[in-house]
């Protein structure tokens, strides 16, 4: 089923009711940012050309949506095959619908060179230490501060994520809270690495003293010994904001982590929440977000239904090979530029604009 | 002049005008605080019972519009002789209106506990040094992102500041642009040490190398010079905002600063702008936002008809005293909460409200 560039793909009922309650009204974007130095396990994640970049790819991403450009490194963040950050794809459709937008500090270690929301967070450990991050309870508590506050300026909120190695840190926190995701996270390479992020999460619960499900009723302890500072702080600006108005997760199977945190903290506001993603994610083979929703909570699942095989560009059609994929809030944010220009803002009209920045910015880059 | 519950200070039918656009509209409320060591001269500001204090009032006072009570401080800021922070005012002003209301970090000592704007900033140094504020240009650059962002949740804003020792940096930087504000600033105390206030600059000047009027064309070296961290933070939100929509200033004498900076970097946005203060400030004999405003620029001067002289509370009562006035945009708050209400919020239920909340943070503090 889908409708109008959009994909259901989990709760078709709910997703066509969250569309009726979003459709043509005026939402906030926020993209939470955050590092973890489980991303800097060789193999791991490849938001970033090597693992040591990594520590800036949140940064530079956002810096890409309130500039057209990167400060704290030159070009854009790119795989190790040089594919670009989806980052792109949400300055296009943040661009053309002109949403509101904002970057929420989880706790980064290289900190953008623009404006942003900062609530006490601090870069995660790898967590593989068994003590992954700081403070979750006060990041939360803040957070929802936040989302509260832009809930009442908002009909609703998008709330994306840029944390390497983020899928990592989910599997951990979706296991260790009885979740099992087991080969179901994504990955931002087309060779999903589920052997090396289960003895990186093995070597976790190890550490940590825990094991699957220990953790079932403990959400701020599952963030703490085996997550990453994207989850407090994502977890609360959604559950302070979805107290009043619907809220689209922005994000692939993370979000599912993030979805668990709340179903366990916050279930009351589950009826305001809907996961939004990219196709990509979707009809990926190598996880299976449709499923992770389903064991998690019924709420809907959207996807974006980019295209990007006709692109004139090696650099965005790789994406239909499963690189990349999600990231920066890229499939929410184009289902709330569709979904607010009832219909002027179209995959093609998405794809064009993608094109014409993605053309410039390797042009510059390359000068 | 006045018009429910809101006396026109200088341009009246601009007042009448800018009335006329927000009436019924929903307001975004900021509140920028710093801390510059100019505070603690002695003598030189009551905005905190001792100068030491002055560190922890802007964290304190937003604190308060958050939870109802400060963290980072026990009880409330008073001043020497134990008065309330306008804090309160703006408090009930958010609350009764449900107005969105955020933190923007221009650069404070003391990190209030509080989710806040970040823009790079730092704290401000004392401006005898002649070397007073850091990164003021990309403060500004930053802050003006956030208005931008924020003019389109918004129809319009609200921006006041929170920073001990403001009004000595105000005369600094009026003086330095060649406004003559020699006595025309106002003073969080009763008696307000002009001569002080002018010893200071004058230290500052000598240091800094400059004259009346040398920086008449030089903003940010002003502000760099002889300034404080509030002031690139405020101008640049509300430069960016009002490029949009329409800007409450909402602070007394310091705001003819931020206005003179405004009118010298970006005065296409002046016909956006009014200041909005309070009654306190408009009748104070010891200063003259009139005349300061009318040698700035001809925008719309508001102020709230806030009356406490039938108040049970000395602590309140004392404000008709002139102590404290101003401050946390305490009457653009309440100019705000009036206009937004269509008349249900009214000068009375402010007062309620107010006294309540004094009533239960005195209680408190005194367990």
Same sequence: chains 1, 2.
Avoid at 161 to 181: F, K, N, Q
Wanted: with cysteine.
């Amino acid at each position: 089923m889908m409708e109008g560039g959009i994909k259901f793909g989990y709760n078709e009922k709910g997703c066509q009711d969250f569309i009726r309650r979003i459709e043509g009204s005026r939402p906030i974007f926020v993209c939470v940012i955050a590092t973890t130095e489980t991303a800097r396990i060789p193999g791991l994640s490849a938001a970033g050309a090597m693992p040591e970049l990594t520590d800036y790819t949140p940064a530079a991403d956002v810096e890409l949506l309130f500039y057209g450009r990167c400060r704290c490194i030159e070009g854009v963040p790119v795989t190790p095959d040089g594919i670009p950050t989806p980052a792109l794809i949400t300055m296009s459709a943040l661009r053309l619908s002109n949403i509101p937008y904002f970057v929420l500090n989880g706790g980064a270690k290289v900190l953008p060179k623009v404006p942003f929301f900062e609530v006490g967070g601090s870069p995660g450990k790898d967590i593989r230490s068994g003590c992954a991050v700081e403070n979750s309870e006060e990041v939360y508590e803040r957070s929802s501060i936040i989302g509260r506050q832009l809930s009442r300026a908002a009909d609703y909120l998008v709330v994306g994520e840029s944390i390497p190695g983020g899928t990592t840190t989910a599997l951990a926190v979706l296991l260790a809270m009885g979740v099992d995701a087991k080969l179901k996270v994504s990955s931002s390479m087309p060779n999903n690495p589920h052997d090396l992020k289960l003895r990186v999460v093995e070597a976790a619960f190890e550490s940590a003293g825990i094991s699957y499900g220990s953790l079932e009723r403990a959400p701020f302890k599952a963030i703490s010994l085996v997550g990453d500072p994207m989850m407090p702080a994502a977890a609360g600006l959604i559950a302070g904001a979805a107290e009043e108005v619907p809220v689209i997760m922005a994000g692939g199977t993370q979000m599912c982590a993030v979805l668990k945190l709340l179903q366990s903290i916050s279930p009351e506001v589950l009826g305001n929440l809907a996961i939004g993603t990219t196709r990509w994610i979707l009809e990926d083979k190598t996880s299976d977000i449709r499923e992770l929703v389903s064991k998690v909570a019924p709420v809907p699942l959207l996807a974006a239904d980019l295209d990007f095989s006709a692109s004139k560009y090696r650099g965005l059609r790789a994406y239909e090979l499963g690189v990349a994929k999600e990231g920066v809030g890229a499939g929410g944010a184009s289902i709330a530029a569709m979904l607010s220009s009832r219909g002027t803002i179209t995959r093609a009209s998405l794809l064009k604009d993608i094109e014409d920045s993605y053309s410039m910015l390797t042009d510059s880059a390359s000068h």
